[in-house]
C-alpha cells in the first residue's frame, strides 16, 4: 500500500512539472485555446436554444 502511494505522488508531481513545464514553453497553448473555443461555441448553442 505504501508502494502504490509513493508511486501516485511521484507520478503527480511529474505529472505537474510537466505541466508547469509545457505552459512555461507554450507547447499547452493552442490546446487552451482550442478547449476555450469549444466552451464558447458551447455557451452560444445552449443560449439560442433558449
Known amino acids: 500500500m505504501t508502494e502504490l502511494l509513493t ?3 511521484i507520478f503527480a508531481g511529474l ?3 510537466g505541466y ?3 505552459n512555461q514553453f ?3 497553448a493552442h490546446i487552451r485555446e ?7 461555441a ?3 448553442s445552449r443560449i439560442q436554444n433558449n
Not at 34 to 40: I, L, N
Open 26 to 28: 507554450g507547447r499547452t
Open 15 to 17: 505529472f505537474g512539472f
Open 20 to 22: 508547469y513545464l509545457g
Open 34 to 40: 482550442d478547449m476555450q473555443r469549444a466552451r464558447e
Open 7 to 9: 508511486l501516485a505522488v
Open 42 to 44: 458551447n455557451v452560444t
